[in-house]
């Protein structure tokens, strides 16, 4: 569960929670509920709850092992908040315990919107999927929006590893990805990056994104989301 801030610009914070499983699917969905002056149910499923405009969901093929949500702010500077689903882990081959890791950037827009986004169709516009620099090293393991770190007037965020190509070690390492106005490179596949895939993964990874890099524990000091 974490603070959104306000994804659909209505003058109210939003919430979004994350669940490892849909129901019977081999996929995980994260939850953007809309806040609203008017009541909310006493209890409501959430299936049934949210049309586009009391929220939506976003579903990520894989079997993950844990997935981390935090709100990033404005970081395409277009007036919505903006939101971010990490999967430092993939058990998609039961086989393979290393994982190169992805996170999940899903852009802020005004309601109404589909009520089910699937991130097999983020184009940069709705959302895009930055991958991890080490196949080993659990890229989203902690992830967190720090504001305009470069003071240019648009937020950005930062995304820590367990590992890096850099130091190749348990140290890990974190990377503050600067946000930027213009569309954000579209993900190549749509899915989780994977060792034997590496050839196909996304435009974006944090080996040529705009960032700079913070020595191990620095997204823990700047407030971040961990396990």
Not at 41 to 59: C, Q
């Amino acid at each position: 569960l974490a603070d959104a801030g306000d994804v659909d610009h209505d003058g109210f914070d939003d919430l979004l929670l994350t669940q490892l499983m849909s129901k019977g699917s081999q996929e995980s969905t994260s939850v953007v509920i809309h806040a609203r002056s008017a009541r909310f149910p006493a209890a409501t499923a959430i299936e049934d709850f949210i049309d586009g405009r009391n929220g939506f969901a976003v579903t990520i093929p894989g079997f993950p092992t844990l997935s981390i949500a935090a709100g990033l702010g404005d970081i395409n500077g277009d007036g919505f908040d903006d939101v971010g689903i990490a999967r430092p882990y993939d058990l998609s081959n039961p086989f393979d315990f290393g994982s190169r890791g992805s996170v999940y950037v899903v852009f802020g827009a005004a309601v109404p919107r589909p009520p089910r986004i699937a991130a097999a169709d983020f184009d940069g516009r709705n959302g895009t999927r930055i991958d991890g620099s080490h196949p080993s090293g659990s890229a989203g393991r902690s992830l967190a929006g720090v504001g305009d770190f470069n003071g240019d007037d648009i937020d950005d965020f930062a995304i820590g590893a367990d590992l890096s190509e850099i130091t190749n070690v348990s140290a890990g390492l974190a990377w503050v990805l600067y946000g930027r106005r213009a569309p954000w490179p579209a993900p190549a596949d749509g899915g989780p990056a994977r060792r034997s895939d590496r050839a196909s993964r996304a435009t974006l990874d944090v080996r040529t994104a705009p960032r700079r890099c913070l020595s191990s524990g620095a997204v823990r000091a700047l407030g971040g989301a961990t396990s």
